[in-house]
């Protein structure tokens, strides 16, 4: 079935660090992949997302790149600031069937920006 | 403004006193979800809802039921709540694309405790 695993935090960088946040996924067919960051006592937003192999998906300076080939669509910033700190969720949508598409998300990774 | 609102935002409650979380979206969406965030297991899905009396059980539906008599609203009902119910409650909505789901918006969430 469909899955997605991503790397498990927490992770605690300097600001203005290189940031990477690995997600691979599983999935049977053409899936569409999302970034979600969760603020403190905040619901999901939408950070960036790809809908098929090669595109990349990129907002407020993260990006990530559909990779069909190793299954994975890390997340990837060049600088945080102490602003970025959250909760990072990686997640796909695929059409099952009869009942249609479904989401599955991986179980967030905590990231804390020191200044 | 388009959103997803959910209440109450914060609930405590005795074990087996029914209860229902209200979820609306003015955004239109065809889907909704039902999702609950744990420490360490990240967002698990509830149920949800293709279209209007659709609705289909996601990975953790027991002790749970939902309905969906009109498009907007997808309501979550706790018939005899028990002290492992207690945790974060997200509802989320998303239009139908072309063979794939758009994203999905989420509502603030909804806290709730069962003593």
């Known amino acids: 079935g469909n899955s997605v695993t991503q790397m498990e935090g927490p992770v605690t960088l300097s600001e203005e660090a290189f940031l990477t946040i690995n997600c691979t996924y599983t999935?049977?067919?053409?899936?569409?992949l999302f970034w979600y960051v969760q603020y403190p006592g905040e619901g999901l937003q939408l950070l960036l997302k790809?809908?098929?192999?090669?595109d990349k998906g990129s907002n407020k300076g993260f990006e990530a790149t559909y990779r069909k080939e190793t299954t994975s669509f890390h997340l990837e910033k060049g600088s945080v600031q102490v602003s970025d700190s959250a909760v990072y969720f990686c997640?796909?949508?695929?059409?099952?069937?009869?009942?249609?598409?479904?989401?599955?998300f991986g179980t967030g990774t905590s990231l804390t920006v020191i200044p | 403004e388009a959103q997803v609102t959910q209440n109450p935002r914060y609930l405590i409650t005795v074990t087996g006193k029914k209860l229902t979380v209200t979820c609306s979206q003015n955004?239109?969406?065809?889907?909704m979800s039902w999702y609950r965030q744990d420490p360490g297991l990240g967002l698990r899905q509830i149920y949800y809802?293709?279209?209007?009396?659709?609705?289909d059980k996601g990975d953790v539906p027991e002790g749970y039921k939902v309905s969906r008599k009109e498009k907007r609203n997808f309501p979550l009902i706790l018939e005899s709540p028990s002290p492992n119910q207690t945790s974060l409650y997200f509802c989320?909505?998303?239009?139908?694309?072309?063979?794939?789901?758009?994203?999905?918006?989420f509502g603030p969430g909804t806290r709730l405790t069962v003593t």
């Open positions: 809802s293709m279209n209007v009396e659709v609705t």
């Open positions: 790809a809908t098929k192999a090669d």
């Open positions: 999935a049977t067919g053409y899936p569409s």
């Open positions: 997640a796909l949508s695929e059409v099952e069937g009869r009942t249609g598409n479904q989401f599955y």
């Open positions: 955004m239109n969406h065809e889907y």
């Open positions: 989320a909505s998303s239009l139908l694309g072309r063979g794939s789901f758009e994203e999905q918006y």
